[in-house]
């Protein structure tokens, strides 16, 4: 079965550190991967996506995206967090068979602490 | 600038009064999709236009009902709303045929009392 999952409800850093929110996934075939924002009482944002070549993706707002196929991650980073970073993040992959439907993580809760 | 657009922002309902949501666009695409989206939970998709093909999820109460006029706009229908019906409510849509990843609107807020 297709699967995202974030391991962490909630991330805590402080302004100026690096951060990571975490993802792994589990599809059939070629994973195409995405990341979204979601500020309070707001849609959902598109931060990047994962579709192929370079490992290291980057994207919105300065965030980038790793992805490790042999660990099947795709962890989203920041050199440094800034205090309007926090709000919640989901991961998503494509689903296998379905080009329409994306198959959504939990979400993770990042509060940047001043 | 291209957009998803969802009007209201805010909706309050009475319990069992009919209720519509509106969303358009102006990307241009094919896909529309209409998310429930509870308390900072993931979004749960209710159904999806690949033009005027409709696509229900299997889970989907037959409550909630759906219409794609034309290729800009999207509603989203609720027959008879109950207390467990309140949530954020999110428009989206994608290219069929592009690189997948899916172009949300603000959402609606649904309040039912």
């Known amino acids: 079965a297709q699967s995202v999952a974030q391991p962490e409800d909630q991330v805590n850093v402080a302004e100026g550190n690096p951060l990571t929110v975490k993802c792994t996934y589990s599809?059939?075939?070629?994973?195409?991967l995405f990341w979204y924002v979601q500020y309070p009482n707001r849609g959902l944002q598109f931060l990047l996506k994962y579709i192929t070549g370079d490992n290291l993706v980057k994207g919105s707002y300065g965030f980038e995206a790793e992805f490790n196929k042999s660990q099947t991650s795709f962890h989203l980073k920041k050199p440094s967090a800034l205090v309007s970073d926090s709000a919640l993040y989901f991961c998503?992959?494509?689903?296998?068979?379905?080009?329409?439907?994306?198959?959504w993580g939990l979400g993770t809760s990042l509060a940047v602490n001043p | 600038d291209a957009m998803v657009i969802q009007n209201p922002r805010y909706q309050v309902t009475q319990f069992g009064k009919p209720v519509t949501l509106s969303c358009s666009q102006t990307?241009?695409?094919?896909?529309m999709y209409w998310y429930q989206q509870k308390s900072s939970q993931a979004p749960k998709l209710l159904f999806h236009?690949?033009?005027?093909?409709?696509?229900n999820e299997a889970d989907t109460p037959d409550n909630f009902q759906s219409r794609r006029p034309n290729t800009s706009f999207c509603f989203l229908d609720i027959r008879s709303p109950g207390l467990g019906d309140a949530a954020m409510y999110l428009c989206?849509?994608?290219?069929?045929?592009?690189?997948?990843?899916?172009?949300f609107g603000p959402g609606t807020r649904l309040t039912v009392t």
């Open positions: 989206a849509t994608s290219r069929e045929g592009g690189s997948y990843e899916q172009y």
């Open positions: 998503a992959v494509k689903a296998a068979g379905n080009n329409r439907k994306l198959i």
């Open positions: 599809v059939s075939g070629n994973p195409y």
């Open positions: 236009y690949y033009d005027k093909d409709f696509n």
């Open positions: 990307l241009n695409h094919n896909v």
